[in-house]
């Protein structure tokens, strides 16, 4: 380990231009260095690059680069630094726009594609992006950084990023270190964290990103689609008694796999007007037995594929046999037949693909219809669902004929 | 290889790797008077469209002298036949030219958009103060000289090409590029 760090410090060493255009150094063009560009100041600097790109004057002057950076401040931050509080609450200042992003998690990465922001400036990504073709074309051929469990810290700083993303609360004692052997390795790169896929935190992080990147108002627009639909969610949820919520078993791939107190999916569940049958249990993804199951008789069933064992469905397969299969398989499990989610027809699939990331609240949607199909008889997930992608994501995928989502 | 066939090629290779202006940007001259006579002034206006944040150079005829512009002091720069503006959001931009006896030349020029990360060409207006481009003083067409009314014009071509030329020739003085 010590070899490897010796190795990235001889890298950090050696590498040309490692600090960034966002770092302490100021705004480009600001002469007199008080953190504001005023107009005399952007043009002494578009004056002064002119001279040298294609009057024959002398060199030393503004590069194209810092012009084009300076213009963005002068224009989209009135001159000034941009603060913002990311997730943790941190807060960071850039001074130019970001031009050079590295991101861990992928949950970042399609928040800022449905901002508009230019996969140009995406310079790297984490594995898991790269294992997802089918949903991230664009970033195909983008550095591998590894992942936030094993970063590859020499490929993150060979790319000469002004920016690296990272979660905020998930994974956050990997987070946390890489965070600080970045400080400690190259100051001048800001890291900053989202999650991506907590309700309680999304749509600030939206608005928050939009503001990064200039794209407030296409931020907004997210933001409001997103705040729309688990607004119209919420309100009809308020209004149910809480006797009469539909209690829920949760599973995610591994057979008894439930969720807990405190965890993503019991709020998800929650959120849906659910009440999850665990909702008692202290951590946060337990292993229950089979009989409590039976004996807490749920009126409603979710399972989740995606991921683990049951890694098939989603947007890279359409084909609805193995969703059919687990749907039996839970039929048939011994003693579930007294079960009222079985007797009842209420047992459903859920890809991890529209439950967990940014699509989190496509999948409450549909936990919602499926929870109380008569009050949400006017929301449809799919719809929804196929907003995101066509308008939001920019993707010509019809999920109709494309993917498979939920079951049946 | 003479100079001329020198601009050409570099125009060439400028038509290859230089963006030509997107829809969202023009900037286009028109020169206010017909035949200038020789000593006195023109004005040249410039109509920038979608430049919030960009660059102007123009390229001016040899000997010809801007004697005022529509911008302020620390707006603009000249320096041997060139005039550099700052834009920052301006739609009109006008500038006087005093124009010598006997220069002979044309006023070509380019622009850079700093937010859109676009570069192009400056394009002759329709109209000037008299409604259309005056053939004694177009933007692509050389100055005339009083004593010589048969001087043959430029080609719009050959202008760019000039530019380029005027351009290189700097370049190889110690300029950026």
């Known amino acids: 380990m010590r070899y490897a760090a010796f190795a990235v410090f001889i890298c950090l060493a050696c590498l040309p231009g490692i600090v960034s255009a966002a770092e302490t150094a100021g705004i480009p063009g600001d002469a007199d260095g008080d953190r504001f560009l005023t107009d005399g100041e952007l043009a002494a600097t578009i004056l002064g690059y002119l001279d040298t790109a294609y009057m024959g004057g002398p060199s030393g002057g503004a590069d194209q680069a810092d012009v084009r950076d300076a213009a963005f401040v002068y224009a989209r931050w009135e001159g000034r630094p941009l603060t913002i509080t990311d997730a943790t609450g941190a807060v960071v200042t850039l001074t130019a726009p970001l031009r050079r992003v590295v991101v861990f998690n992928a949950e970042t990465l399609e928040t800022l594609r449905s901002l508009g922001f230019d996969p140009e400036r995406v310079v790297a990504v984490d594995k898991y992006t790269l294992e997802r073709p089918e949903f991230f074309p664009e970033y195909q051929g983008k550095e591998n950084i590894g992942s936030v469990w094993s970063p590859d810290y020499e490929k993150v700083l060979s790319v000469r990023p002004d920016a690296v993303f990272l979660y905020a609360t998930s994974s956050s004692a990997a987070c946390d270190e890489i965070h600080q052997k970045l400080a400690a390795m190259a100051p001048g790169i800001r890291v900053l964290r989202f999650d991506g896929f907590r309700p309680e935190t999304y749509a600030d992080e939206i608005l928050t990103l939009g503001k990064i990147t200039a794209r407030e108002k296409e931020a907004e627009e997210l933001a409001s689609f997103y705040t729309s639909v688990m607004g119209t969610i919420e309100d009809t949820v308020a209004s149910i008694p809480e006797e009469e919520r539909v209690t829920v078993y949760f599973e995610n791939w591994k057979e008894y796999k439930t969720c807990g107190m405190g965890s993503g999916y019991q709020d998800k569940i929650e959120r849906a007007g659910g009440r999850n049958i665990f909702a008692d249990e202290e951590t946060d993804y337990p292993v229950v037995d089979p009989e409590a199951v039976i004996m807490r008789n749920p009126a409603v069933a979710i399972k989740m594929v995606g991921t683990g064992g049951m890694d098939f469905g989603g947007y890279g397969d359409h084909a609805s046999a193995s969703f059919a299969e687990v749907f039996r398989g839970m039929e048939d499990r011994p003693g579930w037949s007294t079960v009222s989610a079985v007797q009842n027809g209420r047992i459903h699939i859920i890809h991890s693909d529209i439950f967990g990331g940014p699509q989190h609240f496509i999948g409450i949607a549909y936990l919602a219809t499926w929870f109380y199909p008569e009050r949400f008889a006017d929301l449809d997930p799919s719809a929804v669902h196929q907003r995101y992608i066509s308008e939001f994501q920019g993707r010509t995928y019809d999920i109709t004929e494309n993917g498979i989502f939920v079951y049946p | 290889m003479d100079?001329?066939?020198?601009?050409?090629?570099?125009?060439?290779?400028?038509?290859?790797?230089?963006?030509?202006?997107?829809?969202?940007?023009?900037?286009?001259?028109?020169?206010?008077?017909?035949?200038?006579?020789?000593?006195a002034d023109c004005t040249v206006t410039l109509v920038v469209s979608g430049l919030e944040v960009g660059g102007i150079v123009e390229t001016l005829p040899p000997g010809s002298v801007v004697t005022g512009t529509s911008l302020s002091a620390d707006r603009v720069q000249t320096a041997d036949g060139y005039l550099a503006i700052a834009v920052m959001g301006e739609e009109t931009i006008s500038y006087t030219l005093g124009v010598p006896e006997g220069a002979r030349g044309e006023i070509t020029g380019v622009w850079e958009d700093f937010l859109g990360d676009r570069t192009g060409v400056i394009t002759e207006g329709t109209g000037g103060e008299t409604g259309?481009?005056?053939?004694?003083?177009?933007?692509?067409?050389?100055?005339q000289d009083a004593g010589n009314p048969e001087a043959p014009g430029f080609l719009s071509v050959m202008a760019l090409a000039g530019f380029a030329i005027a351009a290189l020739g700097r370049a190889s003085g110690g300029g950026r590029r």
């Open chain 2, 132 to 143: 259309t481009a005056p053939p004694a003083m177009q933007t692509s067409a050389p100055l």
């Open chain 2, 3 to 39: 100079l001329k066939t020198i601009g050409m090629l570099f125009l060439c290779i400028c038509a290859i790797t230089v963006p030509v202006a997107g829809a969202a940007v023009s900037v286009t001259r028109t020169v206010s008077d017909d035949a200038v006579p020789p000593g």
